[in-house]
T-cell receptor, first 118, second 114 residues
């Protein structure tokens, strides 16, 4: 079934530990994104990648890093987890941004990773 | 002012009624607008996209866009208890030097009572 797979589904992590959240899509979408969702703050963009080999910082990038070695995979790494990184993390993808309006295709979301940093 | 603003609700409507969800945005250059539905503990799923002024209908859902007023809405006709969820408005904005990215509103929680 085509879509986005995130792993793990949930994780409890001790502060200071390193953690990589995995995201794989099989829709051959060019663009991929990582969002975090917190109560009262909505979905906030952490990092994005418009195409394999390129990445960019979103609204809340501090403490996170990403890589995009190929089209399908877009892992998110917390180098040294802190309690404020407790959140639900969603990976998303879309087809390439269009050069003319309408610029954006819809995002397709994975099922999310619920991360608790203690 | 938030870039994309929604009333957090909850918006409570009786079964069979029309639910009206509203969203305002700050960037006059926005070109793409989306409505997502999110059930508790689940991921957002796309309901509607709209790119031009006016109405767009899909089954019981109608999206309305008014770029001059910077306003987009979602109407749900014949509301069902299964429509109870949080509805997220997403608007494209030019930012991060990367072209148009989607910014999400905080969502409106809809409760449809039998």
């Amino acid at each position: 079934i085509a879509g986005i797979t995130q792993a793990p589904t949930s994780q409890i992590l001790a502060a200071g530990r390193r953690m990589t959240l995995r995201c794989t899509q099989d829709m051959r979408h060019n663009a991929m994104y990582w969002y975090r969702q917190d109560l009262g703050l909505g979905l906030r963009l952490i990092h994005y990648s418009n195409t394999a080999g390129t990445t960019g910082k979103g609204e809340v990038p501090d403490g996170y890093s990403v890589s995009r070695a190929n089209t399908d995979d877009f892992p998110l790494t917390l180098a040294s987890a802190v309690p404020s990184q407790t959140s639900v993390y969603f990976c998303a993808s879309s087809v390439r941004l269009r050069p003319r309006p309408p610029y954006n295709s819809p995002l397709h979301f994975g099922n999310g990773t619920r991360l608790t940093v203690t | 002012q938030k870039e994309v603003e929604q009333n957090s609700g909850p918006l409570s409507v009786p079964e069979g009624a029309i639910a009206s969800l509203n969203c305002t945005y700050s960037d006059r250059g926005s070109q793409s607008f989306f409505w997502y539905r999110q059930y508790s503990g689940k991921s957002p799923e796309l309901i509607m996209s709209i790119y031009s002024n006016g109405d767009k209908e899909d089954g019981r859902f109608t999206a309305q866009l008014n770029k001059a007023s910077q306003y987009v809405s979602l109407l749900i006709r014949d509301s069902q208890p299964s429509d109870s969820a949080t509805y997220l408005c997403a608007v494209s904005q030019r930012k991060y030097n990367a072209g148009n990215m989607l910014t999400f509103g905080g969502g409106t929680r809809l409760m449809v009572k039998p």
